[in-house]
Structure formats: C-alpha cells, structure tokens
C-alpha cells in the first residue's frame, strides 16, 4: 500500500536550519509529483514546494521561497525539504503529499513537527 | 485563487444533514475543461483524507452519504446524515490555479 513517511522535525532556534524527509513505498515513486505541505498549530493548510517525477521542475510558495530547497532521490524513494534561515512562524506539521494527476492530492504522510523558538 | 468556506464552525445533530459551502475568487475551470476541486476530511491528531475530486467524483471507500456539487467559483459539500466518525474539520483544494486551501470548516457534534 502507499506509504509516505516524514521524519526531521524538531525544535529549532530562529536563524537556524533543519531537513525534513519523506520516505516513500508501495508506488512507482519516480511518477509521481510530490509535494510539501504545511499546518501552524491549530491552523490550516499551506502548499509549501512541490517537485516534478524527474525532480527538473521545482515550484515554491511566496511565503519560503529563498529559504527552502526541495530535493528527490528517485534511488532511494526519497524527497527532502531543506529549510534555511527559520522563522518563529515557520512552525508547523510538515506533511509530504502525492499528486496522481494534475491539481490532486491522494495519499499524504503523517506529518512531522518542526518548532521554532527562541 | 482565494477559496472562503462558510460556516466555519457548524455544530451539528447526529442523523442530520450538513453543508458546507467554499467560494472561489477565480473560476476554477481550467483550460483542459476540468475543475480542480477537491474535499479533504481532518480528524484531530490525523493527516487530511480526501474524500471529493474535481467537485463530485467520491473516492474509494467515502459513504455515499458525501457528496459534491458546484461550478465555476461555487462548490458545496454535503453529507446526508451526520455520523459521529463524520467529525472534524472539512476543507476545499483547488489545483486549478496551482494549490490552495480553504479556511476549514469544523463541525462537532
């Protein structure tokens, strides 16, 4: 069955980085879109990144753009979201999320929580 | 596109029926005559499932007491008769004009 499963999460001091994880299973991974996508405690949804099948195209939302990196290893079943220079209201549950066809999500992983504070 | 779904907070009867509205700032209806509107169902401690794609196409395993309807910049979730499992909070995507999400709509008992 798909599986997605993100790990990386922690607390974290202002300024400061952290890499966040998805591993991926029981889906031919190299194509699929995925995408990153964010909930503030008690908050909503928020596209964070998304990275096409062959990891060629890469968009970002406003909000992180210049701050975040998201990376995929095909090998290994992997996507990634490097995170720079973070901010107090980057805190939030990082999900990872499959697209199986244009302007959809399916499957999404169980979060993990990233904290940022001083 | 902005996506506005009302009421945020819909308190309701186990048994009867629950509406959802969620209206967009743009049509959603893409060049490829498609409409990229889906539902998704959040329960506290759990990851968003989808339950509606492209407006009305009930997923695999949803009750058929869901369902979705709507055009263009107005779309409405209903569910027919509220079960206690029905719990938590609702929210629209668009994937027309890339991804948003709706506000969320928690309905309680």
């Known amino acids: 069955q798909v599986q997605l499963v993100e790990s990386g999460g922690g607390v974290v001091q202002p300024g400061t980085s952290l890499r966040l994880s998805c591993a991926a299973s029981?889906?031919?991974?190299?194509?699929?879109?995925l995408h990153w996508v964010r909930q503030a405690p008690g908050k909503g949804l928020e596209w964070v990144a998304a990275?096409?099948?062959?990891?060629?195209?890469?968009y970002y939302a406003d909000s992180v753009k210049g701050r975040v990196t998201i990376s995929r290893d095909n090998s290994k079943n992997m996507v990634y979201l490097q995170m720079n220079s973070l901010r107090v209201e980057d805190t939030a549950l990082f999900y990872c999320?499959?697209?199986?066809?244009?302007?959809?999500?399916?499957?999404w992983g169980q979060g993990t929580l990233v904290t940022v504070s001083s | 596109a902005v996506l506005t779904q009302s009421p945020l907070s819909l308190p309701v009867t186990l048994g009867q029926p629950a509406s959802i509205s969620c209206k967009s700032s743009?049509?959603?209806?893409?060049?490829?005559?498609?409409?990229?509107l889906s539902w998704f169902h959040q329960r506290p401690g759990q990851s968003p499932r989808r339950l509606i794609y492209?407006?009305?196409n009930r997923d695999s395993g949803v009750p058929d007491r869901f369902s979705g309807s709507g055009s263009g910049t107005d779309f409405t979730l209903k569910i027919s008769r509220l079960e206690g499992e029905d719990v938590g909070v609702y929210y629209c995507?668009?994937?027309?004009?890339?991804?948003?999400f709706g506000q969320g709509t928690k309905v309680e008992i």
């Open positions: 999320a499959r697209e199986p066809s244009f302007g959809e999500y399916d499957y």
């Open positions: 029981g889906f031919t991974f190299s194509s699929y879109i």
């Open positions: 990275i096409s099948s062959d990891g060629n195209k890469i």
């Open positions: 743009q049509s959603l209806v893409h060049s490829d005559g498609n409409t990229y």
């Open positions: 492209q407006v009305s």
């Open positions: 995507m668009q994937g027309t004009h890339w991804r948003t």
